[in-house]
């Protein structure tokens, strides 16, 4: 008879005589488990003391944490219960009471000679133990619960002896008794998965205390897999080996997390394969080494039996699609599986697929399949083709792992037709590890000879990444003279159409050709973007959208290019509307297209003033795009912190900006480290920390500048508009500059914004200036901007009020401030006591939203008596005439009287209208 471990847990869920040091621990594992899954250990806890629940039913797959919730949630109950760990194993699941051998131990002489004498027995043992608190039977079904166990158990939880944590892959798993339970709402299903880049972003804060790097969260997601047990543990090493540390007050990673070995996932997933029967071994090491089979091919060679088997116990996944493929349910399973298996091995598994599905050329696998097969055949000390290794690191890149691209395009021998495109791969990858001198270097060392070998795409691909290249290497060279270049040579291409070329095999077909110009117009597009020419690039961008018989390619990168222009142009509607018509937007932050779909559609939101959507599409790229943060995470950041920054709320900004600004020290990404800092000023200006302000804007003056437009536009406005929010007399004429040169090249979008965040007080000339751009414009905040203008330099209280209704519309509350103040002032002026309490309201609101207001009343409220304001404070406060006549010793009517006074006064009509203004 197998026996398992038995813990009894009392006072702090310390199994007693562990002494302090195990207390401590448990005492930690309580606190990560509800601070890891605050939800689920609140639901679980509310199911486990409900009146008439037997218990709860912890599930998910391996590596989620289920385990560690279980102990947490025992912990929670403290004091006040007795917890009984139970644990089945392969070994205890082949003997009745397998399980259960440390009660058996106990039982009194001739109780196990009876069923019922053996249940009642049991039961008084755990009563006894548990000196009147609640049982809790904390089951781990690590293997199959043998009918014996079960059949106590049961009995324990309707005797209403025991409520019951019972941890299990699926609930399919729980013994039929347990599961009908489940099934009658007797049990309650708590299930698990792996957590998400934003929750454990709110772990690791709540473990380091501190601010922490996007970049930094994704690589210990990848590390962990979403196990918040594993997390914990990852965190400490890191930390104390130097790679996590705190930087300008931001906890960043100097370098990639090492893979760790015998984690408690891996370890798993290690033990539920060795203990497998030795078909289904074989079935799994069939599919680490293959990825995918169809079905019908695995059912001849392993039969039906096995594979129902094995899709019943969560190991494998059929796919949809007509071939029916299956894969392992856990792939890092198939990783570990794959890491012990010999070359020999492995070829003797892919043999029995010989003549089934056989040869898998690199275009029929996935991106991670292509880098991950790769990488095996190399550890095997197998050789892999130079046409797989330039497919690989091609891969490799879009996977944002550049060491591992260095590493296939080693592998391309110097003379190989194949050298020029590997060099193109090779230059990315070292571009995305900030080594952008070498990759010119790369590029520029591939002869004309080896681009005369590759096909006309390549060649013009070779050429496009150059020219991007020396977008962000000022002084290098002039990209749209590469481009001009390749365009020549392409032109000869065309001419020279389906012969051999001298010294070459290629022949350039039509089809090769037509995507060759197209990947070059559209560089060259990309180029005037960049550089924010976008009256030089318009026309050809509508006739590149609107024209039949492009490739869908190219017609998308068009449309996201066009986009950005109108947005920047006075189309922002028109660029909105483009956008949408891409699909769901909740796709274009994880794409193949990722960065520019998801930085155009930012963009063009933004200056429409819908910066929740700008938020809710960063959120969703940082949550789904883990593996890019190490690279793009600055970015993204930057992002978040510029859409809360531009609706005025600085204090939501700080943390993101700081975040990114650390990042990007580090990972260069863009030359954007100017435009971050420059927008952390401008956040903490707008919550009124002066000190942290100056701070930013002098590191941004210190840093190298953006070379995009967008960036260095960026940079500038939010250097300006926190200047200008801190008092600086210049910062006005900064912003003038900025406005004067955008109108001249038609940028009035841009224009505007600027104009409209120099103008206050602003003049009679500037409110002009912006209703003649807004009138250029579209979109609500084109519409908002008039309307302020107008409002201020006719001094229309009712115009601004409009306008402030407008920007609590788009939520753009420190906007909607600036507006109130005027309205305050200028109904004031007026004398128009109803709009300047309906302005007074709108204010009083936002003062408790915003950490600092853009500007205030200049013009004073009518000045109440002492006496009236005593009274219209206790009639704001609800209190009726007769009962503030007996509060101040007056008569009803001459209370009546004091109202009179200050709703005239006050411009309102009745006491609700007094709230805020008294």
């Not at 989620?64 to 699941?93: C, D, N, P």
């Not at 900030?434 to 681009?451: C, F, H, N, P």
């Not at 920047?568 to 028109?574: L, P, V």
């Not at 008039?786 to 009712?798: E, F, I, P, T």
Request: hydrophobic content about 45%; proline content about 4%.
């Amino acid at each position: 008879m197998g026996t398992m471990a038995y813990e009894s847990v009392a006072d702090s869920g310390v199994a007693e005589g562990h002494g302090t040091e195990a207390k401590g621990r448990q005492t930690e594992r309580v606190r990560w488990s509800v601070l890891a899954r605050p939800a689920e250990t609140e639901a679980a806890r509310a199911a486990l003391t409900a009146s008439g629940s037997l218990g709860i039913v912890i599930t998910g797959p391996p590596g989620v944490g289920k385990s560690f919730l279980a102990s947490g949630i025992a912990g929670t109950l403290g004091r006040g219960a007795h917890t009984v760990h139970i644990r089945s194993t392969e070994a205890a699941s082949r003997a009745d009471y397998g399980s259960l051998g440390f009660l058996l131990a106990r039982l009194p002489a001739g109780a196990t000679d009876s069923r019922p004498g053996l249940l009642l027995a049991a039961a008084d043992i755990l009563r006894r133990d548990a000196q009147g608190r609640p049982v809790v039977l904390l089951i781990e079904l690590a293997a199959p619960l043998d009918e014996a166990s079960a059949g106590v158990v049961l009995h324990l939880l309707l005797s209403h002896t025991a409520r019951a944590i019972v941890v299990a892959q699926r609930a399919a798993f729980l013994p039929p008794d347990l599961l009908r339970l489940l099934r009658r709402g007797r049990l309650t299903e708590v299930p698990l998965a792996g957590i998400g880049v934003q929750d454990l972003k709110r772990l690791v804060v709540g473990l380091l205390h501190g601010r922490v790097t996007a970049g930094a969260l994704g690589a210990l997601h990848e590390a962990c897999h979403g196990n918040p047990a594993e997390l914990q543990s990852i965190i400490g090493e890191e930390r104390e080996s130097g790679n996590l540390h705190l930087h300008s007050g931001v906890w960043t990673l100097r370098g990639p997390i090492v893979p760790r070995h015998g984690t408690g996932y891996d370890d798993l997933l290690r033990a539920r394969w060795a203990r497998e029967a030795q078909d289904v071994r074989e079935v799994i090491e069939l599919l680490s080494v293959a990825r995918r089979v169809p079905l019908t091919d695995l059912a001849d060679l392993f039969g039906s039996d096995v594979l129902v088997d094995m899709d019943d116990g969560g190991l494998i996944l059929t796919e949809a699609g007509d071939r029916r493929c299956v894969v392992l349910r856990e792939p890092r399973m198939a990783e570990l599986v794959r890491a012990r298996l010999s070359a020999e091995r492995s070829r003797e598994l892919i043999g029995l697929l010989t003549g089934r599905d056989a040869g898998r050329p690199p275009e029929a696998l996935s991106r991670s399949e292509l880098v991950a097969d790769a990488e095996w055949a190399l550890r095997s000390g197998d050789t892999i083709s130079p046409e797989v290794a330039v497919a690989a690191a091609h891969a490799a890149v879009a996977l944002f792992e550049p060491e591992k691209a260095l590493r296939f395009t080693g592998l391309v021998p110097e003379q190989h037709a194949l050298r020029a495109v590997a060099a193109r791969h090779r230059a990315a990858a070292l571009s995305l590890l900030e080594r952008t001198e070498e990759a010119l270097e790369v590029l520029r060392s591939v002869s004309e000879d080896a681009l005369e070998r590759v096909s006309a795409v390549d060649a013009v691909r070779h050429a496009v990444a150059l020219a991007a290249l020396l977008r962000a290497m000022p002084g290098q060279g002039r990209p749209l003279d590469v481009l001009a270049d390749a365009q020549t040579v392409l032109a000869r291409r065309e001419g020279s159409a389906g012969k051999v070329r001298p010294g070459g095999t290629v022949r350039d077909g039509p089809d090769s050709l037509a995507e060759a110009a197209e990947v070059l117009e559209s560089a060259r597009y990309a180029e005037l973007c960049f550089a924010g020419d976008f009256a030089a690039a318009m026309p050809g961008l509508e006739d590149a959208v609107a024209r039949p018989g492009v490739s869908e390619r190219f017609r998308r990168a068009c449309t996201v290019m066009l986009a950005d222009a109108w947005s920047a142009c006075g189309r922002e509607d028109d660029a909105e509307r483009l956008l949408d018509s891409l699909g769901d937007p909740q796709d274009w932050a994880t794409g193949q297209d990722a960065d520019a779909l998801a930085g155009s559609a930012f963009t063009v939101w933004l200056w429409t003033g819908r910066w929740q959507r700008c938020v809710a599409l960063t959120a969703h790229y940082l949550e789904h795009n883990a593996q890019r943060l190490a690279f793009r995470g600055g970015m993204a950041e930057m992002a978040l912190g510029l859409a809360y920054v531009t609706a005025g709320r600085g204090d939501l900004a700080a943390d993101p900006l700081m975040a990114a600004c650390a990042q990007l020290e580090r990972t260069q990404a863009g030359n954007a480290l100017a435009t971050a800092q420059a927008a952390a000023a401008f956040a903490f200006a707008q919550t009124g920390e002066r000190a942290e302000a100056e701070r930013y804007l002098a590191l941004a003056a210190q840093s190298r500048r953006p070379t995009s437009w967008r960036l260095e536009w960026t940079a500038d406005f939010c250097v300006s508009m926190a200047r200008r929010w801190l008092g600086d007399p210049e910062a006005s004429a900064a912003l003038h500059r900025l406005a004067e040169k955008d109108e001249a090249v038609g940028r009035v979008s841009a224009a505007g914004i600027a104009l409209f965040g120099a103008s206050v007080p602003g003049t009679e000339e500037e409110f002009r200036a912006i209703e003649r751009l807004a009138a250029q414009r579209q979109g609500p905040l084109a519409m908002v901007s008039g309307l302020v203008a107008q409002g201020s330099r006719l001094k229309d209280a009712g115009l601004l009020l409009n306008a402030a209704e407008l920007a609590h519309g788009l939520l753009l509350d420190a906007v909607e401030a600036r507006c109130a103040a005027l309205a305050v002032d200028f109904a004031r002026m007026a004398g128009d006591q109803t709009r300047a309490g309906e302005a007074q309201v709108r204010l009083d609101r936002l003062t408790r939203t915003l950490p600092a207001l853009p500007i205030t009343p200049q013009v004073p409220a009518p000045m109440l008596t002492e006496r009236e304001h005593e009274v219209a404070r206790l009639a704001a406060n609800g209190a009726s005439n007769r009962e503030i006549a007996a509060a101040v010793g007056l008569s009803v009517r001459t209370v009546e009287g004091h109202l009179y006074q200050v709703f005239t006064k006050l411009g309102v009509t009745s006491r609700g209208g007094l709230a805020g203004l008294v």
